[in-house]
């Protein structure tokens, strides 16, 4: 049994949310979603229209509505390292990057398009060393942090995930 915070008891409401993500994902940029083969990968997923891979993507599920996260300078904060492990990927495969997120409260999802095809950025970042939570369990884990403007991310609902105040 994997000890991976993601197969945890708290993990499964936002496991469900990632799924109900990637068919909003498949929806708004007509693609096949196809999620990648274990919880170690540096992508959680590829994108595929008419049988040719067009993107792969970085997922992540929040517990802030979009107003919490204006308080906090309207970014999205995520782990550098996430953001050179997808350039990787995007290079490596002659894809785009994205990074997408599903605010839970809201039921509104944000991806922003991180690299183009040749794995070059699409925007610039802030970057700074952080401590953040660790996992879906708590804790705590310093790190470097990309900190993703809100006014570059592409929003798009969310169905089956019902809004609620926050």
């Known amino acids: 049994m994997s000890r991976l915070a993601v197969h945890s008891k708290a993990s499964r409401p936002f496991n469900l949310a990632e799924r109900k993500l ?6 708004r940029f007509n693609v096949h979603v196809i999620a990648t083969g274990t919880d170690h990968t540096p992508v959680d997923a590829l994108w595929v229209r008419r049988g040719v891979c067009v993107g792969c993507s970085e997922h992540k599920v929040r517990r802030w509505s979009r107003q919490q996260m204006q308080t906090y300078g309207d970014t999205y904060l995520i782990t550098a390292q996430k953001l050179v492990e997808g350039r990787r990927i995007s290079r490596a495969l002659g894809v785009s990057f994205y990074v997408v997120i599903v605010l839970l409260p809201d039921a509104m999802a944000y991806a922003w398009r991180i690299t183009d095809a040749a794995g070059e950025p699409q925007f610039t970042w802030e970057e700074r060393t952080s401590a953040t939570q660790d996992t879906v369990e708590g804790g705590t884990a310093v790190r470097i ?9 592409v929003s798009f609902t969310v169905r089956g995930i019902t809004p609620r105040a926050a």
């Open 22 to 27: 990637c068919a909003a994902i498949q929806t």
């Open 145 to 153: 942090n990309a900190y993703l403007p809100f006014s570059r991310a």
